[in-house]
């Protein structure tokens, strides 16, 4: 499996924003899609987007349409996803992960039994 380390969480006030990186480690990120997921207390895990290897963003939840938005630097070998507009409701712990394409990630992540998640990082939203 691709090492990816995700960080850049913090606590922030509701209508605050934060820029959360997903790192990779032994591997050019470049040519990989990453989906970007999180985990509400007492909540399933959620995939939220995935940003594919050309750029494009694919859109999983309705709730974090045009508030979240992934972006790529090649040259850190990092992908971020730039959260604005936050709400207690955004409050969990945000994971990453890569594989060669969108599809082929969410049947990985989905498949019974995977459990190969990053530490996380945690996002809270509170005033």
């Known amino acids: 499996q691709l090492q990816t380390v995700e960080s850049g969480g913090g606590y922030v006030e509701p209508g605050g924003s934060l820029r959360l990186s997903c790192t990779a480690s032994?591997?050019?990120?470049?040519?990989?899609?990453v989906g970007w997921f999180r985990q509400a207390p007492g909540k399933e895990r959620d995939q939220l987007l995935c940003?594919?290897?050309?750029?494009?963003?694919?859109n999983y939840q309705d709730s974090v349409k045009g508030r979240f938005t992934a972006s790529r630097d090649s040259a850190k070998n990092t992908v971020y996803l730039q959260m604005t507009g936050l709400s207690p409701e955004d409050t969990a712990v945000y994971y990453c992960t890569a594989d060669s394409t969108c599809r082929e990630l969410r049947e990985r992540v989905l498949a019974p039994g995977f459990r190969s998640w990053g530490q996380g990082t945690q996002v809270t939203v509170s005033s």
């Open positions: 032994g591997f050019t990120l470049h040519y990989y899609a």
């Open positions: 940003f594919t290897s050309t750029d494009n963003t694919l």
